[in-house]
């Protein structure tokens, strides 16, 4: 459960940031996709992954993740395109506030699945507890 601050190559053109597997990103991408369009008042995310790992950045606009392990609650403000938010695998993850002009990039490790889903919160609680 982390944040990381991305390196901004910046210049009087604009500024660029690189994403790179295995680099400053700490993981292998298989898939990369984007939220973007969401209403403040519907909050996304609500599940955990079995295996996924994924780093999701605020290329624009800005949302508050909200990150539980099972044993502690991490509440990040994402709103800048250079600070990333690691969610690890079993890590239960919801968006909120989502600006009208949020644009939540997202990249994972794995190819999309239902199965690696943990819909329930429940559900989530009992697995964290054994
Ligand atoms: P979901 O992950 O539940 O969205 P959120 O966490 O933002 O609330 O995904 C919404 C829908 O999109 C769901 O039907 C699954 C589908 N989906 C894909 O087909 N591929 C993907 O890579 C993702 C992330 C979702």
């Known amino acids: 459960m982390s944040t990381m601050q991305l390196k901004v190559i910046g210049e009087e053109r604009g500024s660029l940031v690189a994403l790179e597997a295995l680099k400053n990103v700490p993981f292998d991408i298989k898939r990369v996709y984007y939220l973007y369009g969401v209403q403040p008042d519907l909050p996304r ?3 955990a992954h079995r295996e996924t790992k994924q780093l999701a950045i605020c290329v624009s606009g800005t949302c508050r993740m ?3 392990d099972g044993k502690a609650q991490t509440e990040v403000i994402l709103n800048s395109p250079n600070k990333g938010c ?3 695998s079993m890590v239960w993850h919801e968006m909120h506030d989502m600006s009208a002009d949020c644009i939540l990039l997202v990249l994972a490790d794995t190819h999309y699945s239902e199965n690696d889903y943990i819909r329930c919160r429940d559900h989530f609680n009992n ?3 054994r």
């Open 127 to 129: 697995l964290c507890r």
């Open 45 to 47: 995310g609500f599940h």
């Open 86 to 88: 690691v969610i690890e």
């Open 66 to 68: 909200l990150l539980d």
